[in-house]
């Protein structure tokens, strides 16, 4: 695992999101930082049971004041584009990538939105430049071939970010390598879907929303034409993490058009099921890029930038030392006793499952991620996904679609205790099924919103270097031993291929006896981050 000293604090590099019209463009590129400063206050119960305030600075002031992070904004010049050779850039510093003053009236010549392509080149002009400008001031002890920089973008800059990562027309191989992480928050990485239409046509010019067709970003994106462009190429899909917005209410753009459009299952603008990357590994096994699901919308005063666990989020995934993956994998489902005699007598019986799942950060007042039924973000499995075949008495699980429960990077410099370990609590939630019997919804004994399974977890790591992967795991179910773990894990080491890492792996078993009822295991992962 890194230590203190190895913390990865390398440049940051903001690149904002989508500008439908020449007002928006004017009113991005009068921002010294396109909007990224823009806090939110907000509304919460004190202990005393009083209301109160709430302020959030924004991620980029946090990053100033919790990091030490610095912007390159000095007597009204900007440092980065300074060709004074006194104008030094510090290497723990945040650019703004103003990809929209070319396209102004003021800085550019205003006569239209240059291509994705266009913006992506940019990022590698904008990256090299950076890189040369911190390597040449001595105090920041840099050589280019060590320079790493994270980018860290919103909806459409995820995009861009991607254009420059995967198509080597756009972007240098030098300035590729020097990107160590990106962060996406609210990305469309397969596209736009609206109710009226599935996927924004390619003829669709005005404001350039066509650059969320399909076809067009299979183009600029260096991928195959087809329903599936959230793939990643020539960067590591792990490294991408995807916030996930899952709150259309306070997205309140073209008077909520926009929100009614895209549905409910999303941000008021991307939809859930297109906000993630994947690609593959290095053992050619596909793998899912991280992500976190957040009740915010889109952008705006309460979106998801704003946002608390959209900080969280950020700031552990790029400094962060440790990450945790939960998955559960079912052995057997048992049926209330009626489906049971009705599946025995021969009818058609066919069910399906909703996981839902919250995880949150000890000493953190936000949950960090949270897929619910009522958000329209829970996992849902049908009993067929999990249980694949023809005949259902020997059909085995299917690990292959074992619910990815959550992804969560932890930072022992942000630990409470002496000891350094981190820790963190999920509240695990399986509802009850719905059934269908030879074609009939069974209800006799159904209550909405009831579980067949529920139970909150804590799970704390503490350092050891004698143990797998250099942790001593505990676990312990809450409702036994409330705020603490009370079991030793019995972990086993883990080689991670495709991320080439070594951590460990555990189990917790998961068992509700009664009918409906379910067991398994929760299978906990956990790697060495940096």
């Known amino acids: 695992m890194a230590s203190e000293s190895q913390h990865p604090y390398h440049p940051i590099i903001y690149v904002r999101g989508f500008a439908a019209t020449q007002g928006e463009i004017e009113e991005t590129v009068a921002d010294p930082y396109m909007g990224f400063n823009v806090g939110s206050t907000k509304s919460r119960v004190a202990w005393t049971g009083d209301v109160r305030k709430f302020f959030f600075e924004s991620p980029l002031v946090r990053l100033m004041s919790d990091h030490q992070y610095q912007d390159v904004f000095v007597d009204g010049d900007d440092l980065l584009a300074s060709e004074r050779p006194d104008d030094r850039i510090p ?3 945040i650019i703004i990538y103003r990809y929209y003053d070319d396209a102004s009236k003021d800085f550019g010549d205003g006569n239209g939105t240059p291509p994705i392509e266009y913006f992506a080149k940019g990022l590698d002009r904008l990256i090299l430049r950076l890189r040369d400008k911190v390597c040449s001031d001595p105090k920041n002890n840099m050589t280019p071939e060590n320079f790493r920089v994270h980018l860290v973008a919103h909806s459409m800059g995820g995009l861009v970010c991607r254009a420059f990562l995967q198509n080597t027309q756009l972007g240098s191989a030098e300035a590729r390598k020097a990107v160590d992480k990106l962060f996406t928050y609210a990305t469309p990485h397969n596209g736009i879907d609206m109710r009226i239409v599935r996927n924004v046509p390619g003829w669709l010019s005005f404001g350039d929303i066509n650059n969320f067709n399909r076809d067009k970003m299979a183009g600029y994106l260096s991928v195959p034409k087809g329903d599936d462009v959230s793939v990643v190429t020539n960067f590591p899909p792990e490294r991408i993490f995807n916030l996930v917005g899952t709150n259309p209410r306070d997205y309140t753009v073209a008077g909520g058009v926009s929100a009614w459009a895209a549905g409910d299952a999303s941000d008021g603008l991307v939809r859930i099921e297109n906000a993630t ?6 053992d050619g096994v596909d793998v899912p890029s991280p992500r976190a699901y957040v009740n915010r919308s889109h952008s705006g005063h309460y979106g998801i930038v704003n946002s608390e666990e959209g900080y969280q989020n950020l700031t552990r995934f790029l400094f962060g030392t440790v990450r945790v ?3 559960l994998d079912i052995d057997g489902i048992s049926l209330p006793a009626e489906v049971q005699k009705s599946f025995e007598d021969g009818k ?12 949150s950060v000890r000493a953190c007042q936000w949950q960090i991620t949270r897929r619910e039924v009522r958000e329209n973000s829970a996992i849902f499995r049908s009993y067929d996904e999990l249980f694949p075949g023809k005949e259902r008495a020997l059909r085995k699980p299917d690990r292959s679609r074992s619910p990815h429960l959550f992804t969560v990077f932890l930072d022992p410099n942000k630990s409470v205790k002496a000891s350094k370990s981190v820790s963190f609590l999920f509240d695990l939630k399986v509802l009850v099924p719905d059934y269908e019997v030879d074609g009939s919804i069974f209800m006799k004994r ?4 009831g579980y067949i399974y529920r139970q909150q977890i804590v799970v704390e790591a503490f350092p050891d270097a004698e143990a797998p992967g250099g942790w001593r795991m505990k676990y312990g179910f809450q409702d036994i031993n409330p705020g603490k773990p009370g079991v030793t894990a019995d972990t086993e080491a883990l080689r991670d291929a495709a991320q080439n890492t070594v951590g460990l792996t ?10 409906p009822g379910l067991s398994g295991k929760l299978r906990i992962e956990v790697r060495s981050w940096t």
Do not use: M, W
């Not at 555990?506 to 009918?515: G, L, N, T």
């Open 277 to 282: 990357t994947h690609g593959l590994g290095a």
């Open 506 to 515: 555990f189990d917790i078993p998961i068992e509700q006896k009664s009918k």
């Open 446 to 449: 159904h209550f909405e919103g």
């Open 348 to 359: 058609n019986v066919r069910a399906s499952y909703q996981f839902e799942c919250a995880a």
């Open 325 to 327: 993956d939960g998955i």
């Open 91 to 93: 290497y723990r510093c």
